[in-house]
């Protein structure tokens, strides 16, 4: 069954704790992203990946950090510095080839909250 | 930066009417797009219309697209209770630059 999966689907943060989200993708994409969306609000742009070993960074990128060693994962940080962190985090990826304005696939998210 | 902006930012209608949102950037695009999002979950894809088209149609879908205008709407004919969701639309750019997302329009679809 193809497709993104993201873990954990629910998270609490304590104050000054760093928590990683997993995103991993079976689509043999070379793009992957992770997007912040607020209530009411659309998606804003964290970090994204077109190939293995490189990101770069978004619209919000402070506070975050990424990773990507392996085609079908690319895991975000939430770094103690991101000081208004609840939200809700998508992570998508998209055709091979590495377009980064083609269609998206995107995990069924995580929401992230503080304690 | 988000530079597609949805219009209304919430519909109400009932089930068999017809809805449309419409969505305005600023930018020169490469392409346009369609994405829903059910409550709590990802979005689903579900159109995209290049820069040098005019109209296209998906099952109960018609998206247009006006770039004199800068403009788009997106008409889901025959609503369903199902169709109750927001619906978001995204620009990609000239030179493959990444997507952008506008804010959204939520539909919700009473029996």
């Known amino acids: 069954d193809g497709g993104i999966t993201q873990s954990p689907k629910y998270l609490f943060r304590k104050e000054g704790q760093n928590v990683t989200l997993s995103c991993e993708q079976n689509?043999?994409?070379?793009?992957m992203y992770w997007y912040r969306q607020d209530p009411g609000q659309g998606l804003r742009l964290i970090y994204y990946?077109?190939?293995?070993?490189?990101?770069q960074k978004g619209d919000i990128a402070e506070g975050y950090s990424v990773s990507r060693e392996k085609k079908e994962s690319f895991p975000l940080t939430v770094t103690s510095a991101q000081k208004n962190p609840t939200a809700f985090y998508l992570c998508?990826?998209?055709?091979?080839?590495?377009?980064?304005?083609?269609?998206?696939?995107f995990g069924s998210g995580t929401q992230l909250s503080v304690l | 930066s988000q530079q597609g902006e949805e219009d209304p930012q919430a519909l109400s209608i009932q089930e068999g009417e017809n809805a449309t949102m419409n969505c305005s950037y600023k930018?020169?695009?490469?392409?346009l797009q369609w994405y829903r999002q059910n409550s709590g979950r990802g979005l689903v894809h579900l159109i995209l219309?290049?820069?040098?088209?005019r109209e296209k149609h998906s099952g109960r879908l018609r998206v247009t697209l006006d770039t004199s205008k800068k403009s788009s709407s997106l008409l889901i004919t025959a609503s369903r209770a199902a169709d109750t969701a927001s619906y978001f639309c995204a620009t990609g750019g000239r030179g493959g630059n990444k997507l952008t997302f506008g804010t959204g329009t939520q539909l919700k679809v009473e029996l």
């Open positions: 990946s077109q190939i293995v070993n490189d990101f």
């Open positions: 998508a990826s998209s055709s091979p080839g590495g377009r980064t304005n083609e269609k998206l696939f």
């Open positions: 689509l043999n994409h070379d793009a």
């Open positions: 219309i290049r820069s040098n088209e």
């Open positions: 930018t020169s695009i490469n392409n």
